[in-house]
Structure formats: C-alpha cells, structure tokens
C-alpha cells in the first residue's frame, strides 16, 4: 500500500478538524487522524452495547494487548510500562508515592528547572509542602549560548553543595513552554554521579525527538510520555515508565481504587503495577485502547516514523525561516539548533500595539486568534518579548504558516 500524500491531502482526507482553520499547534491538543478516532468511537459503542461484559471482562485483556504494543513501540518490557490519562497523572504518582528516596528519612529537596510545565510545579509544590520538603529550582537564563553552557548552569547549581538532600530530580526532554530540547543523557549522567534519581517529562518527546525513542537507552530512572500529541493516540492517552519493576510495585495513582488490592485472576494477565492504573472504578478508558491503530496508521498508512519525521522536521524550519524572513527578526533564537525541537520552535513576534508584552495578553492574543482570525497558535511571554511556538504535523503545509504571517501583519496595523 502506498503511503498517504502528506500536507492538503491528508488534512482532508484523513483529519477531522475545521477545514477553514490554520492549525499551527498540535502540540497542546493536536487532533487524532480519522482513522483512530473511529476506532475510538467503535471501542466505545462496543462499550456500550454490554457495559458488564464490558468493564468485567473485555476490557482487561485489550489494555494488555496495549500495554505490549507500546512496550515493544518504545523498546522496553512489559513489566516498565502502564498507561496513564496524562502526563500530569504520572508526576503526580511518582512524587506522591512512598518510594524510599521520600520515606527512608524525612525531609529532601526536589531539583527541578524553571522551564517545566505548569502542572509539574504545582505538583512539585504541593509535594514540597505534604513532606516538608524543600525545592531547588535552577532558573535557566535564555537565550542560551550551547549545549555546554546549559549543561553548566546545572553544574553551577550543583557545585552550590548540599546534594546530598537531593532525592529526586525532575527535568524535561523537550520544554512546553519553549520548545527546548534538553541534553537528557548528559544531564541524567551528571545527576547519578551525584547519586540523584532522575524523572523526565516526556509529554511531547515521544514521535518527535526521533523516528524511533527507546526508554531502554534512555538512563533515567522514571520517564512520563504521551501517546496522544505526536504518536496518533485519541487525547487521554499517556504512559509512565519506571526502569526498576520493584519501585514500579510500589507507585501509587494520586486516585486509590479497586487496582490497590486486586484479585488473582487480574494478576495472571497483568502486574499490580498496571492494575493500580488501570483498575480505576467505572472511567472511560477507550483512548487507552486506541494505541494499536495509532500503530498502524503511522506505520502503514502514513509510511513509517522515519518518513513523518523527514517530513516534520523539515516543514518545522522552512516554516521557521519563513516567519523570520518575513517579520526580519532573524538571529534571534533563544537556543542553538541543536536544541531546537524537531517540530516546534519559537519565533520572536513583531511589536503588536493592542498586546503588551505579559502572559496575560500572550493568552488573550491566543484565544483571540482562535476566536476571531481562525488561526491556532501558542503565544508566550518570555524575557518581556511575545513569541509564537509553532508546530508541524502531517497535515500541515508552508500555507498555514502564511496564514499565520498574514493575520500577525493584519493585528499589527
């Protein structure tokens, strides 16, 4: 079967969203391609048409169907790996559980940058406040001159002494909220020399870092991923990866339910591990199950994960020059390419009149392109500066970064 024709073509025949709309950011909520979201609507009427059968038996055996597929897409075991809603969902069961690098003494500190997402800080706050913890956050100064220099700013950190009271470090793989790549093998080797646990959060990592990432040569002692932003998954589907299968018995989901002391014919198909995820009373857990399709879309219809990402990442900096280009704003990164992220990036935005430069009209310039100019974009403020992240997917084009460029020169005026 040839594979499909990326750009106009897929957007319409294979995407369900508003053919009228540049739909530049995939990254938040990105839409899952027809495909997947039928079989997401079939497991649901399936669902529906014998809920007992349903939430008794049928369910189990498929989430371990899924729970393989996605070990084997992301080259680890079975016994590593259980799928979540979210992203959040996994922070939250790895700083809230009782693993001993929290209650083998009382006290510690949590090392975590500025650059992490929103939910994670609050998370990492309210940690700090149930275990009388302290945090310790690295402000990372942007721009950023190399990789080196970034590396440094946590060595800077470190030197500072007290490491010892470190019991968990929490670090990106690519930023939300800058489109960074982070140095994450270099960064986890610094951290274990000085005996620190290392958690990534993977949300927009998987499908984009590379073709193909593998937990197994990653060195992280936790990792968070999603299914849902650029692997195809429908939205609420994510995965939590914990390298040691023994700390891996002893997370705990932030929501106590049946998985908490489960029966034995569960445990013949499925660890405690996925049981105390999976088992959560009556939820719909139909995106969880659509990780199979959005196997076979991506490897089948659209021609496998090398060939979206020549086709991502080479949109992603066409439509980058492009914007510089046309706003002449070049040399202006916040980052060396090397840490750019392969399908997001950051551009400066011209002074627009009606838009101070704060996070709070950085959101309302957000919804406002939504609601009146028909263009999805993620604007930010950084360093007293608006900047739009853009995105690249499959069924995006160079016309829809036009589109962008256009209604930006349109609010200028």
Request: charged share 20%; with cysteine.
């Amino acid at each position: 079967m040839n594979p499909i024709e990326f750009g106009e073509k897929t957007r319409h025949d294979h995407f369900l969203m508003d053919q009228d709309v540049a739909y530049t950011n995939h990254g938040s909520y990105g839409p899952c391609p027809r495909f997947v979201y039928e079989e997401l609507q079939r497991i649901r009427l399936e669902q529906e048409r014998n809920p007992d059968r349903w939430f008794r038996i049928t369910k189990y055996n498929l989430y371990v169907d899924c729970v393989r597929a996605a070990a084997y897409r992301l080259d680890c075991n079975f016994e590593q790996i259980a799928l979540i809603d979210n992203a959040t969902a996994g922070i939250n069961a790895i700083l809230k559980s009782p693993l001993p690098i929290f209650t083998s003494t009382t006290g510690g500190t949590i090392l975590c940058t500025n650059l992490a997402y929103g939910s994670v800080l609050f998370t990492i706050e309210e940690t700090a406040r149930e275990r009388n913890m302290k945090i310790r956050k690295i402000n990372i100064q942007l721009p950023i001159e190399s990789k080196q220099a970034f590396i440094q700013q946590f060595k800077n950190e470190l030197n500072k002494g007290d490491i010892e009271n470190i019991r968990l470090a929490v670090i990106d793989h690519i930023t939300s909220t800058t489109a960074l790549l982070f140095p994450v093998d270099e960064l986890t080797d610094l951290l274990h020399v000085h005996g620190i646990p290392v958690v990534i959060d993977g949300a927009h990592a998987p499908g984009q870092v590379n073709p193909q990432l593998s937990l197994n040569q990653l060195k992280c002692d936790f990792y968070i991923g999603t299914f849902h932003k650029w692997m195809y998954a429908a939205r609420g589907c994510s995965f939590l990866f914990i390298r040691d299968p023994i700390l891996a018995s002893q997370i705990q989901p932030s929501n106590t339910s049946w998985g908490y002391r489960p029966m034995s014919f569960q445990l013949d198909i499925m660890t405690h591990f996925h049981l105390q995820f999976f088992h959560q009373g009556t939820r719909d857990e139909s995106s969880l199950l659509t990780i199979p399709k959005a196997i076979e879309f991506a490897d089948l219809l659209a021609g496998g994960f090398d060939r979206i990402h020549q086709y991502n990442s080479t949109l992603s900096q066409q439509a980058k020059n492009f914007l510089e280009q046309h706003w002449n704003i070049q040399g202006k990164d916040l980052f060396p390419n090397e840490m750019q992220a392969p399908y997001l990036k950051m551009i400066l935005l011209p002074d627009l009149a009606e838009y101070k430069k704060t996070d709070d009209d950085a959101v309302r310039l957000i919804n406002d392109l939504i609601e009146h100019y028909k263009v999805v974009a993620i604007i930010l403020c950084i360093n007293n500066e608006l900047y739009v992240r853009i995105a690249t997917q499959i069924y995006n084009r160079i016309e829809d970064y036009i589109v962008l460029a256009d209604i930006i020169d349109r609010i200028r005026k």
